[in-house]
């Protein structure tokens, strides 16, 4: 454990925590045994992590509003924002894995760095409080936050989808892949989108990502939401109800 603790600069006081924070699921699974593993501690950094980074905006950015400041947040704790955090730290190398996770590449898995992370800042969280969090945060990836806040703000099709339902209710835009076809090297996919029971729109590209942020920029297009606020039945493209 003496080595990540010095990649992160923190001593834990309670090193089950730390072993906590870095066990997958997956080891618990194959050993049979109940043993603590990093869930519960990633539900808790999630809020930690959010909370952290909210005041600091917060602080940084004095003349702006919650919309903006909800984007830049959300360019923080992305999983590719956090799955970079992680590489930075060589996260995937002291995760505790079962052994299929291992032998299926579990070290460099974007959602095991993701949450292995979250877990982490949840275990400093809880052995050392607030302060400590912003320690790990600002002092392992203070030039990192910088960058991410400096890139330009790009086409975002998917956030802007959900922040204008998010307005009408609480409810989130769900996306799934209808549909594949051709090789394995050349493969086409189509995504739909669908809100409170409402197909928004669909998009096709080569990669599911890239599906479904056409099939979000259809539903912005055609705004179909807006036919069911003012009661009328949301048309589709064929012209059928």
């Known amino acids: 454990m003496d080595s990540i603790e010095a990649k992160i600069g923190y001593r834990f006081a309670n090193l089950s925590l730390l072993s906590e924070a870095l066990t997958h699921p997956s080891l618990a699974c194959e050993s049979k045994r109940t043993q603590p593993d990093n869930q519960r501690l990633e539900y808790l950094g999630d809020a930690v992590i959010q ?5 600091e905006l917060f602080r940084r950015y004095p003349g702006e509003g919650e919309g903006r400041l909800t984007k830049l947040r959300s360019r923080l704790v992305s999983r590719e924002a956090l799955c970079l955090f992680a590489n930075h730290l060589g996260l995937g190398g002291h995760l505790f894995l079962g052994k299929g996770e291992l032998a299926s590449g579990g070290r460099t898995r974007p959602s095991n760095l993701s949450d292995a992370f979250e877990a982490l800042s949840g275990a400093v969280y809880l052995d050392g409080g607030l302060e400590a969090v912003r320690g790990f945060l600002f002092g392992n990836f203070g030039t990192l936050i910088d960058a ?6 790009e086409m975002n099709p998917k956030g802007e989808l959900q922040e204008c339902l998010q307005a009408i209710a609480p409810a989130s835009p769900t ?3 209808i549909g594949q076809e ?9 995504a739909e989108v669908r809100w409170e029971g409402m197909t928004l729109g669909q ?17 912005l297009r055609e705004r179909r939401w807006e036919e069911k606020q003012n009661g009328e039945e949301p048309v589709n493209k064929s012209g059928e109800v």
């Open 148 to 153: 991410i806040l400096s890139q330009p703000e």
């Open 182 to 190: 051709g090789p394995d090297h050349l493969k086409s996919f189509v």
């Open 203 to 219: 998009g096709s590209g080569n990669s599911k990502k890239e599906a479904e942020f056409q099939a979000a920029s259809e539903a």
């Open 175 to 177: 996306y799934r892949i």
């Open 51 to 55: 909370l952290v980074l909210t005041e």
